[in-house]
Structure formats: C-alpha cells, structure tokens
C-alpha cells in the first residue's frame, strides 16, 4: 500500500511541475557569448525545473525587425528580447518595455558600470540588464609597428594613426596600414564616423535640433575617414563591416584596425587568428578636445510590456546577467570567454586581468565613453555613435550611403555633406523637431 | 561547309549554356565546399577550392546547437501544405476563368499579379495584427494560409494557361454526358492536365520552401522553418562562416535534390505556364 502511494505521489509530483512549468521565449542574436549563454542554460533549467526555455536566434538586423514589430503591436511572441543600447530608453519610453525591479535580492545593480547602467534607465527605472558591452579601440600589429620604428601611444592621436598607417602600409604585400568600417548603415560606417566625429567637435545636431553636417568639424572628420581610408585601407573597403575587417586583420592583412573591443578575444584567439601573438591594443584616438573616438554599445536582455511570464523572464534576466553567471562561463570556458564590460567586479578579478590582454583598455573605453555628453559642443540627445530617437535607424542609414558613396569616389567629401545635410532637415521636419 | 557552321553555332551555344550554368551554381558550390572547412580555412585570404582538411565538424555543431529536424518538418508542412491548399483554390478559379470567360476576365488576372508587385513590408502591420488576434503567430497553419495567398496569383496563371491549352470541347462532351462541374473538373479536366498541375505543385512548393520574409516575422520558436535555421547562424559580430555554410547546405539540399528528380516537370510547366 505505502509503495502505491508512493508511486502516486511521485507521479502527482511529476505531472504536477510538467504542468506548472512556464515555457518563456527569448530571442536573441547569433554572437558567440549568446551562443554560450544558451549553452548553459541547462544550469538555469536544472535549477529552475519551473520554467521552461524556447530559444530564438538570429541575425541582428532580422531579430531588429521582428522584435521591434511584436514590441510596437503588442503581439507578445517574446518573453525575453535581446536589444542594444539604441533601443533601450525609446521603449523605455514608449511604455514598451517592462520596469525590472524583480531581479532579487542578491542580484548586484549597483556592480553594473554607471555608464552602462545609465543608458538602460529611465526616470529612475532600470529597463534592461547588459549581459555584455563593448567601446571600440585601436588593435594593431606590434611587429609591424616595431619594423616602422614606431611606438602606439596608449592614447593615440588621430594624426598619429595616419602616421602609423602610412608607414604599415605595403600593398604590394597585401599590408594596408588602417582597417575601418565602410559598409552603408546606421549600425556600420555610421556608428565608427559619428564616434570618430564627437572627437573632431562634431555633432549630429544643436540645441534646436538642426542638423549639423555643414560644420567645419564633420568636414574634417570625413575628409579625414576618406583620405585615410583611400589612401592606406585595403581595396573594396566601402563593402568592409565587422567581419570583413576581423578576417583581414586575421588573416595580417590589416596593420592597425578601429572597432568593437569584443573584437580583442577573437584577435587574439590561436585557434582563429594568424597574427594572435602579434596584437596590441590602444584607446581609440582623439584630437586633444576631450573627447575620443570610442563608442559605447550594450547587448541587452529586456522583457516586452506583452509578456504575461514576466516573473519567470525576470528570474532568467537575473541568472543570465549576474556575477554568478559569469563564474560559470570561467569555469565551463575560461576567463576569456567571459562576457566583458557590464560589471565592474569583473575587472577586480586579476584571473580575468591576466586572461584577458584587452581588459584594461576594454574598461578604459567603456568609462571614458559618456552617451549623456557624447560630444564637446552641448546636444539635446543621448548616444555616442547614434542619436536615440526613433528616426535614427532611418537617416542614419541615409547618412552612411552618402558617406559610403564619398569612399568609393562617386561624391565628393563637400557633397555627400551636403547631400546629408539636406536630407536630415527633411527628415526632422518631417517628424516635427524639434518637439 | 553549312554542317560545319551548324556545328560551330551549336557548340558556342553549348559553351555559352554551360558558362551560364557554371556561374549559377558555383555559389551554391561553394557554399557547399565552405561547409566542409574550419572557420579559419573559411576565411582564409588563399582560399583553395579541394586542397584543404576535409571536416564534418560544422555539421555536427549545427545539429548539436539546432533542432535541424524541428525546422525540416515545419518546412515540410508549411511549403506542401500551402500547395495543397492553393491548388484546391486555384484549379476552380483557373477553370471558370479559362473556360467561363467574362470581358473582365483579363483584367482580373493582371490584377491578381499585380498584387504580387506589392513589397511585402507594404502589409506587414496588418497581417501581423490580424495573426495576432487569431492568435496565428507562431504557428504553422497560420504560415500555410498566408503562403497559399502569396503564391495563389502564381499558381492560377500557370493553371489558366494550362485550360487554355485543352480544348473547350472535350468539357462540352462530358457536360453532354450529363457530367456536373465537379464531376467536369475532376474526371475530365484535372487527368489531361496533370502535368500541368504537377508542375505548379513543384514550383509552388520551392518558392514556399524558399520564403524568407513572412516566415521570419511571423514565426518564434514553435513553427519556424529552415529559413530561420539558417538566419540563426549569421552573425553580426563573429566569424561563423563555415557554420552558416553548413546550415545553409542542410537548408537547400532537399529543394536542390526535389529541384533535380523534378526538372523535366518544372521546365515544362515553366515553359508552358506564366511565362508562356
């Protein structure tokens, strides 16, 4: 008799937590520390046998688009939705996104970097926890850089790129001095040159919301881009994004290369990269205005005003962006492999500093980025490679064919100015600003 | 000496045909071939086309990382279920059109295509709605119903020009013999135009196979197909190239070999159909 009730407490028990179990969903982007938090998620689900999880991976833009429908129409296919910084404080705003304020008790907001935590805030709520962020820097070849009887400061200038640049250069051998985004896009050569250009004195727009493209400093800083870019970057640069840029400085092709500091891993990973034991790392240049060239970007979990699960998305937020997570990847993968740049314990550990040779120069860049003054002139708008307003994805991208159609030679530097400057006025007065 | 030109012309043409061919498909061997190497070798800046370690480590990570046959079968379903479906739509509306011509008739049809012209984001927002308060999202009935309206013009042309072919007479015959429409068009008309029928079915089902917008915007986790396999693998920051490669073959190879065993049916059908 006692084992039959056993049997069918057991079975009550079972059926009981199979029924009870809440499945999220959560979409999120193919990075490889995304691929790794779906891979642990089995410790999340063997510790939490009440929830459920159903993944959803894609390519950047694609997810951009269908997370940003369902957002807007309430659809609720998503419990959990990875977004960047961009993002952020528009559904913040917009009453899109849900406050996280059930993220527990152990659970360290105050360990999150200022900068960062102070993108995802609005009014004083926190709306999305980073799982990982990134600044740009400078990755160089050091033995191409010694045969050139050069030095990289650890705070170049951006004169002294160009130097460093020329002297890399050989193009017979397929060496060109300076790497850097070309493709078209908000999120491409827009997110470098809007970066580049806040260290030139530049800005999008002035207090009134007029845009500023006929300024000397966005002449300089994009006669700058071009020149450098003509003159020392590889052939074909206006197709380079990421990934094109990572395989040639992989592959020795690039000898100084400017972009994201996640970069710094795949660089200087054996497995991958040719030159791994040839890199070095710098702060993105600057002009002596006070401000540098880096940008300040987070990838984000965040659960959509839609979701009825919002308890069990807060818990997996919670574990999936927390310094017990990030014990876990070091121990399943190495310190390396550890998602950078949203907590500052991480950079009190000295097992992740003597793992990771770009982890100083990663903090640096993160801190000395601010999105709430981005640039040396005062603006009316958050960011420091983007504005953060809905229209930016648009003329953003607008903006970045100009400037992509000044690389290749089709516009001049003084047109594509223009021509950018004449459709962000329509654009702004078309959306009404200022509001 | 005019054998001889007719040699030469055919062999230029010959060489033209397989050039052509050649260019179409080499990506699609490339592809084939990236699948098989490191990532490393992927990106190499000397790539070589055969010299290379050969490894099937890609397609063991993609199977390990993704429900590959999840993603098959939901293709399965929604490519055939949505030709199914729209062949039971459009061979009625393909037979009164060919057969029970009004003056309008014409101008239906170029209406019909013309809706294909429309760029899909155009509706977006309300079909989304509308999936989402028949609570649609995610599932595959959902993505057969709006497969079959997006390649019904497609398929009642292809239909139409097919009838047209038959002559008018045979159907009079049957209706003389005391045959009802269904019977007219079940009996008589569907047997002489099966391949016909057979060749739109083909084609219906690759461009279904093949969808990639509504198929990513309306699906999550529950009915996604093998075009969201395949968006998964690429990455903006990170260098998965033989990854997505293999994906991508694990995603077109069961079209390419339906593509092979059907080809005679499909040029066929392509030379007799819309584009007559």
């Not at chain 2, 260019?23 to 061997?29: A, D, E, K, M």
């Amino acid at each position: 008799m006692s084992i039959k009730k056993s049997i069918i407490a057991c079975c009550s028990l079972f059926l009981s937590t199979a029924v009870l179990a809440e499945t999220i969903t959560i979409a999120t982007v193919n990075n490889g520390d995304m691929i790794t938090m779906k891979e642990l998620s089995k410790s999340f689900t063997s510790e939490n046998p009440d929830i459920n999880l159903k993944w959803v991976t894609l390519e950047e833009n694609i997810l951009r688009q269908r997370v940003t429908t369902d957002v807007a129409t309430k659809g609720g296919q998503y419990d959990v939705m990875t977004i960047g910084t961009y993002e952020v404080p528009i559904w913040g705003k917009q009453g899109w996104l849900r406050e996280l304020d059930k993220l527990g008790e152990n659970y360290d907001v105050d360990d999150i970097l200022p900068a960062i935590r102070n993108g995802l805030t609005v009014k004083d709520k926190l709306y999305a926890a980073p799982f990982y962020a990134e600044s740009s820097m400078v990755m160089y070849r050091t033995d191409l850089m010694a045969k050139a009887g050069l030095t990289m400061p650890k705070a170049p200038s951006w004169e002294f790129i160009q130097k460093a640049a020329k002297a890399m250069t050989d193009k017979q051998s397929g060496v060109y001095g300076l790497c850097l985004r070309g493709k078209a896009g908000w999120g491409e050569n827009i997110a470098l040159i809007t970066a580049m250009s806040n260290s030139f004195g530049a800005r999008w727009f002035d207090q009134n919301w007029k845009p500023q493209f006929d300024s000397q400093e966005w002449h300089d800083t994009l006669q700058y881009y071009v020149d450098s870019m003509t003159k020392y970057g590889p052939p074909g640069s206006s197709a380079n994004g990421f990934n094109e840029n990572l395989a040639l400085f992989q592959t020795g092709k690039c000898g100084i290369w400017i972009d994201a500091t996640v970069a710094g891993a795949f660089v200087t990973n054996k497995e991958n990269s040719e030159v791994a034991e040839h890199v070095g790392f710098a702060l993105a240049p600057d002009n002596g205005l006070g401000k540098r060239g880096n940008w300040l970007w987070s990838w984000t979990l965040a659960i959509p005003a839609s979701s009825k699960k919002s308890n069990a998305a807060q818990r997996f937020i919670s574990w999936a962006t927390s310094k017990e997570y990030t014990e876990l990847v070091a121990a399943k993968k190495g310190w390396v492999n550890v998602p950078p740049g949203t907590r500052a314990s991480l950079y009190n550990n000295p097992d992740y500093m003597a793992a990771a040779p770009f982890a100083q120069i990663t903090l640096d860049s993160i801190q000395s980025a601010d999105p709430i003054n981005p640039t040396v002139k005062p603006v009316p708008y958050v960011g420091v490679q983007f504005v953060a307003i809905p229209e930016f994805q648009g003329i953003g991208t607008a903006v970045g064919q100009q400037f992509a159609a000044a690389l290749t030679g089709q516009m001049t530097v003084k047109q594509a100015l223009q021509s950018a400057q004449r459709l962000v006025e329509r654009a702004m007065r078309k959306a009404r600003y200022p509001k | 000496m005019a054998n001889n030109n007719s040699i030469k012309t055919k062999l230029i043409y010959t060489f033209i045909a397989w050039t052509i061919s050649g260019l179409i498909f080499f990506p699609i061997l490339w592809t084939l071939i990236t699948s098989f190497k490191t990532e490393a070798e992927a990106i190499s800046a000397s790539p070589s086309l055969f010299m290379f370690d050969w490894t099937l480590e890609n397609y063991e990570d993609v199977l390990a990382r993704s429900p590959y046959f999840n993603h098959f079968w939901n293709s399965i379903v929604i490519s055939i279920g949505s030709s199914i479906l729209g062949l039971l739509i459009a061979i009625p509306a393909a037979w009164s059109m060919a057969f029970v011509q009004t003056k309008r008739t014409k101008n239906l049809l170029m209406w019909m295509l013309s809706t294909k012209m429309l760029p899909p984001v155009g509706v977006l927002i309300p079909i989304y709605l509308l999936f989402r308060d028949f609570g649609l999202l995610d599932t595959k009935v959902g993505l057969v119903i709006v497969m079959t309206l997006i390649n019904l013009p497609i398929m009642v042309w292809m239909l139409y020009t097919y009838f047209r072919e038959i002559p008018n007479e045979v159907l009079e015959a049957a209706r003389m013999d005391g045959a009802s429409i269904g019977e007219e068009i079940l009996y008589v008309l569907l047997p002489i135009a099966l391949p016909g029928i057979a060749s739109t079915l083909l084609l219906n089902v690759i461009l279904a196979w093949n969808e990639a917008f509504w198929t990513l915007i309306l699906t999550a986790a529950n009915a996604a197909p093998l075009t969201a396999f395949i968006a998964s693998y690429s990455s903006p920051e990170g260098l998965f190239y033989a990854k997505l490669s293999a994906a991508s073959a694990m995603a077109i190879v069961p079209i390419l070999i339906l593509g092979w065993f059907s080809q005679k049916q499909l040029v066929r059908g392509l030379s007799f159909g819309a584009v007559k």
